[in-house]
């Protein structure tokens, strides 16, 4: 984009403003994997799809230093505009993906 690299980032990251409704739905986005409501690391593919998610998360901190997405894609909830470009990915990935 003009403003920079726009990132699609499939079920890694989702950004939902709010839970579904119900009771084993929040269950395991909320209390098992702190997957949502927000801009956060998705947890259940972090468990069931991922072989080494803090390998994936450190690659992508890379990625994000050096070039910084603008702009990130989610498949669940709205985009997220970061301004400055990379820093609030950069902050999810070493605060919530601990790299």
Do not use: C
């Not at 269950?27 to 702190?34: H, P, R, S």
């Not at 956060?40 to 991922?50: E, W």
């Amino acid at each position: 984009s003009g403003s920079g690299p726009v990132w699609h980032v499939t079920d890694v990251i989702f950004n939902w403003p709010s839970l579904p409704p119900g009771f084993i739905v929040k269950l395991i986005f909320n209390v098992l994997t702190d997957s949502a409501p927000g801009f956060k690391l998705a947890g259940p593919p972090r468990l069931f799809q991922m072989r080494d998610a803090r390998g994936v998360y450190r690659w992508l901190k890379e990625l994000a230093a050096k070039a910084p997405p603008a702009r990130i894609v989610p498949s669940h909830g709205e985009d997220v505009v970061l301004d400055p470009p990379g820093q609030r990915l950069i902050e999810l990935l070493t605060t919530q993906g601990k790299v």
